[in-house]
């Protein structure tokens, strides 16, 4: 936290230094005024009144010059340059739109998805990506969006089934989110699905270094990195846990632990293999 004294009235307050900081009405207003702000500098002004619970006033003279400057130090952690065009740069696990409505998403890092759940809503964001077709945001917003279920499913989310009448329904009604509802949902499934792929989890107590599951083989290869349909294939093809459908209905940290514990042993495997020919 960035803590900030009124020059004069002994007044001292904090604000976040970064989104993880921020509380999740805070990011939920950052986002729905993103859209209706005329520039960047008018964003930070707004979010500097909302971090210190004031009304919102143009600032005018030496003020004005003091605010521009605070917010200019303070607030830049907003902000990503994303092809010249800013974007809020959200970079945090926990999910800041735990409900919509009847629907309710992902525990925080979607640890109560299953990993076909997972799978399925990576594929409609990579879809999205491609095709830039809002339907292909529904398709993953309905998947990680949906009624509350009586009965849990294995990673103990309470959530309606992802095929029949009520996910179409549950679907529909997510479609229907406002435009700054998807983007918030978009950029925190992004970055957790990053977040998978690049930092160290802490799974069972072990650390985990899940980036090394997504390198190519080969040392230095420049080949087609892994992909998490790859992985399911091969968790299929070693029944480790089953078929596909059974690999797709267990809870994805569950997945996550069994595939870094297949890789550890792959790799005493070939350090096994090097040793003997070294003799």
């Known amino acids: 936290m960035t803590r900030i004294e009124a020059y004069g009235s002994g007044r001292v307050s904090e604000i976040p230094s970064s989104w993880a900081e921020m509380s999740p009405v805070q990011i939920r207003y950052a986002f729905r005024i993103f859209g209706r702000c005329a520039s960047p500098l008018e964003f930070h002004i707004r979010m500097l009144h909302k971090f210190l619970g004031l009304r919102m006033r143009r600032p005018r003279g030496n003020a004005a010059e003091n605010v521009y400057l ?31 409505g009847r629907l309710r998403g992902p525990a925080d890092l979607l640890q109560d998805l299953t990993f076909g759940e997972f799978r399925a809503a990576a594929m409609a964001v990579q879809a999205f990506g491609r095709s830039q077709d809002p339907s292909d945001l529904d398709d993953c917003l309905g998947i990680l969006y949906r009624s509350r279920s009586r009965r849990p499913n294995r990673a103990g989310r309470r959530a309606g089934p992802m095929s029949g009448r009520r996910f179409d329904r549950d679907r529909r009604a997510a479609s229907r989110m406002r435009p700054w509802q998807k983007s918030l949902v978009l950029a925190w499934f992004c970055h957790c699905l990053q977040y998978l792929q690049s930092e160290r989890l802490l799974l069972n107590g072990e650390e985990v270094d899940l980036a090394q599951l997504f390198a190519p083989e080969g040392s230095g290869s420049k080949g087609p990195a892994v992909t998490w349909n790859d992985l399911l294939v091969q968790l299929a093809k070693d029944q480790t846990i089953g078929n ?26 070939e350090a096994s293999v090097k040793t003997q020919k070294g003799h």
Do not use: H
Request: with cysteine; net charge negative.
């Open 70 to 100: 605070l917010c200019e130090q303070c607030l830049g952690f907003l902000f990503a340059e994303d092809d010249g065009m800013p974007r809020l740069a959200m970079d945090t696990i926990a999910n800041p739109l735990p409900r919509v």
């Open 244 to 269: 596909i459908d059974r690999v797709d209905g267990e809870p994805l940290f569950s997945v996550l632990q069994i595939l870094w514990s297949n890789y550890k042993e792959a790799k005493r495997y």
